[in-house]
């Protein structure tokens, strides 16, 4: 057989693996809190995998190693803003989030929760948020779909819209019988899959290039030999590539954890609060371990290919080039199926939160009710209203889709971050601070992301989550008033995260 017919056999394992495990959840899902939450029932290895799956997209095998090979560690500053970020999401906002969502009228979706927290019965801010969830993830949701087109376009030599449809008919398939219980499962399988790679492709290209000693001595001759061009570079240094602000900027997408709709809703799916303790163990050493896989991936591959004298004319391939030329055609498929478990992991996790935002958040905001089968039947529906919107605007794509994913990590930062902190951690915020905070952050990443001479000094996310702070907190001082039930709310969902009681609810 050719490498071809072995490549693909192992894509195809991969696509059966996915659908089974959708089948599988199909099966346990019963009514909308199911569909959309999982019944509260994720174990914490289960809703920690989840949660770095759908997060770590195919940047974490091609941005992140093509970043490292061409200008080194100072990239991975990034990456250590992220694992700070996702540490404290864990450590301070899931437990809490977890109880308080449940004491505040069950709410299954981040709008919902804000509006039940804050008493906003005007709908205005569930509505609000809804929205701005719809419309941001269905453009993310199209650039994942792009992401998977152009994956087999390079990797396979099929069109660009096979590929795109491919991807995103076995991800909708999934997703739509399956709901947040199969997007979740998947995560893990996909989870799974991305540690292996992430770990056995640095390991054996180190060793084949003559262990840790040549492959850092090959890396410094590289540097020397790029400097001699002209080009001065010092890649294992962590601060050689750009000064404070640089750093700042960069460890700043840390920010962005406290406000991802579809990291944070994992958290609110687990069993109790007491599982966020096993969840950040769990979930911080997943990220750590195939972080350091990353980086190491980008360096080992430096080293290797400027052994051979191989130049890449795009670095971002390192990652698949190792796979292809160390690994037997079906090992290196299995390679290539981790990619595109990074990227349908992260496009069905936004699929299911694009779901309930149009059922439970703008549906059900305007009071319509309906049985809990029909819920979920309008969930699936959701699902595949955003799904068509995404592969139509795929069918085209274009630089403007690709340049929404960054603005939509900093928009959802800035806009919903500083509010779930607050939601938290204040008990004097209101649905009038909520509402104006919300929208001074996304005003400002949106005015400071499209000014060049802003956003080349400072990630927008920095200075648009100071900003939702600020007004949120202000406004909210403004127009506080007493309200005896939000403070018994507050003041159960302290003592439940804190020293939770009871035995968890039965596992899934």
Known sequence: MSDLTFQMIAIGLYFAMMLAIGYYAFRRTSDLDDYMLGGRKLLPGVAALSAGASDMSGWLLLGVPGAIYASGLFESWIVIGLVVGAWLNWKFVAPRLRAYTEIANNSITVPSFFENRLRDHSHVLRIAAGAIILVFFTFYVSSGMVAGGVFFETSFGSSYLVGMLVVAGVTLCYTLFGGFLGASLTDVA??????????????????VTGGPGAVIDLVHSADAAQSIAGDEMHRTSLFFGGGFLAIVSAAAWGLGYFGQPHIIVRFMAMRSAADAKAGRRIGISWMILT?????????????????????????ETVFLRLAQVLFHPFVAGVVLAAVLAAIMSTISSQLIVCSSALVEDIYR????????????TYGRLGVLTVAVVAILLALN??????????????GFGAAFGPLILLSLFWRRLTSAGAIAGMIAGAVVVGIWGQTEALSSAM?????????????????????????????????????KASAPMGEPAASA
């Open 190 to 207: 996909q989870a799974l899959l991305m540690f292996a790679a992430l770990v056995t492709i640095p390991v054996v290209t180190i060793i």
């Open 459 to 495: 990630y927008e996310i920095v200075p648009g989550f100071i900003a939702c702070l600020m007004v949120a907190v202000a406004v909210s001082l403004f127009t506080a008033r007493e309200d005896d039930e939000i403070q018994r709310e507050f003041t159960e969902m302290a003592e």
């Open 397 to 410: 794509p274009d630089g403007t889709i690709l340049d929404l994913v960054g603005f939509a990590w900093a």
């Open 365 to 376: 905001a305007f009071g319509k009710e309906a049985s809990p089968t029909r819920l979920v």
């Open 291 to 315: 972080a350091i896989g990353a980086i190491t991936t980008g360096f080992a591959g430096l080293a290797y290919f400027f052994r051979e004298g191989v130049t890449l004319d795009n670095p």
